[in-house]
């Protein structure tokens, strides 16, 4: 089956600094990518829709500014968290698809786990 | 606002039991409906799906799950649980039709000796 890569697999910065998440999808080309949140013992909480070569949609109530995301190739996608804060310490989790209809299967990577200290 | 519920936390099945998972949704309309495994160090590992037709759908792993419209639930299940089985099961839904999905708070499953 398709597989989808995060790197790193987990990150602990200091307050302050930015972080840079990947998620890659390995043997396939990803029009959709989906970045999520997931804090412990809660759902999982969409953070925002990237399609390849063009800006994300971010759901509401997620700052923009602060949870950068780029989609630049059909096989990668960057989450940059910028001024972390301890706030920001969650469970980070992309997904991918080959289109954005929900019939198309999504394919979710391992996550990243950020500290932030 | 579209809303996933799983009423339970925790459920702890001994090894070789019948398993269900419950899971109901708020949406006007039916939405498409889904069940994920999450195991630790992996991915979400989609089980099953349902859009439309035979409101019983087989999934991978043995899993089958059963759409109820009357009721709003999709409850998951399977006749004889492995110990293997042990991970956090997520229900989803896409409201839209559209992969933009809201997922459910969980339910781990324990399995007991």
């Known amino acids: 089956g398709a597989v989808v890569s995060q790197h790193p697999s987990w990150v602990i910065c200091k307050s302050g600094t930015s972080v840079k998440i990947e998620c890659r999808s390995l043997?396939?080309?990803?029009?959709?990518m989906f970045w999520y949140r997931q804090f412990p013992k809660q759902s999982l909480m969409l953070m925002a829709t990237?399609?390849?070569?063009?800006?994300?949609?971010?759901e509401q109530g997620v700052e923009k500014d602060k949870f950068l995301i780029n989609h630049a190739s059909l096989t990668l996608s960057t989450l940059t968290v910028t001024s972390a804060h301890p706030e920001d310490s969650s469970f980070y989790i992309c997904?991918?698809?080959?289109?954005?209809?929900?019939?198309?299967?999504?394919?979710f990577g391992p996550g990243t786990r950020l500290l932030v200290l | 606002a579209q809303s996933v519920t799983q009423p339970d936390i925790h459920i702890t099945v001994s090894e070789g039991a019948s398993l269900e998972l419950r899971c109901n949704y708020s949406?006007?309309?039916?939405?498409?409906l889904f069940w994920y495994v999450q195991s630790p160090g992996q991915g979400l590992q989609l089980l099953l799906k349902?859009?439309?037709?035979?409101?019983l759908v087989q999934g991978i792993k043995g899993f089958e799950a059963e759409f109820k419209r009357s009721q709003s639930s999709f409850n998951l299940r399977k006749p004889s649980v492995h110990w293997s089985d042990a991970a956090e099961y997520f229900c989803?839904?896409?409201?839209?039709?559209?992969?933009?999905?809201?997922f459910g708070t969980g339910t781990r499953l324990l399995v007991s000796p």
């Open positions: 997904s991918a698809s080959t289109t954005a209809v929900a019939q198309e299967t999504q394919y």
């Open positions: 043997d396939f080309q990803a029009t959709t």
């Open positions: 990237s399609n390849e070569g063009s800006k994300a949609t971010y």
């Open positions: 949406y006007g309309a039916t939405p498409y």
């Open positions: 349902y859009f439309s037709g035979d409101t």
């Open positions: 989803a839904v896409a409201p839209t039709g559209f992969q933009k999905l809201v």
